[in-house]
Every structure is written in structure tokens, then in C-alpha cells.
């Protein structure tokens, strides 16, 4: 059989383990409760510098910009969503309104006068003034036929000269033989030197090409030609 006192050793350590296990569970608990409602400075101010911390790192990594170093001494700052400048919407200008004229005299109180457009000066129309008719239209006609070709016929007329001779016998010679040819010449007289000379000429010519022609068509015939000219 134990001996009562070992027994009374071992109720004691029993009940000293339950009481020192109620103690530090007590104590456990009352320094959890003191934690959880008393608030420590230490942790408050650990925590508020975080948060001052977080909030400007959030800034900086807001507004930083890789570009920074090539913008110089003054960066330009990107502007913010809330700086967001609206272009304001100009009133539309209004229209003028086809077929009215501005109302500047109405406006002034002035009556508006209206400028009256005068009529054109018609040029008179002048009679055509027309030919008088005279007794002999025909021989008007040929006149008028005849001017216009002298305005415009050289002033010289063209002979060929086919030969000139001292005796009248001797020209009318030359005028049969050029008239057996199929040449028509005629005869005329003038004083050279204080004697008078018989000519055998074609012509008259109007113009210098018809008389080349001519001389070129008695020179192929083999006769001695001279062409004359002689003012009209």
C-alpha cells in the first residue's frame, strides 16, 4: 500500500499544473484583449507613415514620365484628367437668306431709297446713205471698172521694140515681114538728135511678167527684140 503522503504529493502537483494552466490561458487571453482593444502608438505610427508612404509612391509613379531627362531644366507635366480643357462650340454665324437684301436702312430709321434704273440712250440709227441713180448706170458702171484697175495697173507701160529706121519705106518693110510671121506691130515716129526715127513696136504691155513673156516668144523666133518702158 502507497504511503498517504506520496498521495497527497500527487493531488497537489495535479491541481498546481490545472491552476498554472488557467493562469497563463487567463493571461494569454487578457493580453490578447488588451491588444485588440487598446490601440499602440508604435503601430499607429508605423501604420500611418505606410499609408502617407503608399500614397505618395502612387503619386510619383502617377506623374513620372520616362522622357523626363530630354525635356531639360522644366519638364512639361502631362495634364490631368480633371485640367481637361473643352473647346467651346462657337454660335453659328447666320446665314443670309436668299433673295433679301440687309435691312441697313430700317435699322437706322431712314427710308430706304431704292436706286431706278434709267434707261439705255438708244442710238439713233443713221440712214444708209445709198448711190444716187444717175441717167447712165452703163457708163457708171465702166468708169467705176475702169478706176479700179487703175489703182491697181503699174505706172508704167511695156513696149517691144522690134526696130528703128530713118525712112518710112524702110519700117514699113520690117512691119511685112514681122506681119508674114504672125507678129502684129505697129508704127511710130519720133525726132532723135534733130531726125525722126521710125519704130516697129508690139505692145502696149500693162504689166512687166506679160511682156517678158512676149520678148521670150519673139527671141525664140530669132529676132532682135528691146524691151521700152515708158511712163503712163
Avoid at 494552466?21 to 505606410?50: D, E, H, I, R
Avoid at 457708171?140 to 530713118?166: H, N, V
Wanted: charged share 25%.
Amino acid at each position: 500500500m502507497e504511503h498517504p503522503g506520496k498521495q497527497q504529493q500527487r493531488g497537489g502537483t495535479f491541481l498546481g499544473f490545472v491552476a498554472g494552466l488557467v493562469v497563463g490561458l487567463g493571461t494569454a487571453l487578457a493580453v490578447a484583449v488588451y491588444v485588440t482593444k487598446v490601440p499602440v502608438s508604435f503601430m499607429n505610427k508605423v501604420g500611418g507613415q505606410t499609408a502617407e508612404k503608399d500614397v505618395s509612391e502612387a503619386q510619383k509613379n502617377k506623374d513620372w514620365d520616362p522622357n523626363a531627362p530630354l525635356h531639360g531644366k522644366n519638364p512639361v507635366k502631362p495634364v490631368g484628367p480633371a485640367e481637361t480643357v473643352m473647346p467651346v462650340a462657337a454660335p453659328p454665324a447666320s446665314a443670309p437668306v436668299a433673295g433679301k437684301e440687309p435691312t441697313t436702312a430700317k435699322a437706322s430709321g431712314k427710308p430706304e431709297t431704292k436706286s431706278e434704273s434709267k434707261p439705255e440712250a438708244k442710238s439713233e440709227a443713221k440712214p444708209e446713205l445709198k448711190p444716187a441713180v444717175t441717167a447712165d448706170p452703163l457708163g457708171d458702171l465702166a468708169k467705176s471698172r475702169t478706176a479700179a484697175k487703175d489703182a491697181t495697173a503699174e505706172p508704167f507701160s511695156y513696149f517691144i521694140q522690134l526696130g528703128a529706121f530713118r525712112t518710112t519705106e524702110d519700117a514699113e518693110g520690117q512691119r511685112a515681114k514681122l506681119s508674114l510671121a504672125g507678129v502684129e506691130t505697129k508704127l511710130s515716129e519720133r525726132e532723135q538728135a534733130g531726125r525722126v526715127v521710125y519704130r516697129v513696136r508690139t505692145g502696149p504691155y500693162d504689166t512687166r511678167d506679160s511682156a517678158d513673156k512676149a520678148k521670150l516668144k519673139l527671141d525664140a523666133m530669132g529676132l532682135e527684140t528691146a524691151l521700152v518702158r515708158v511712163q503712163r
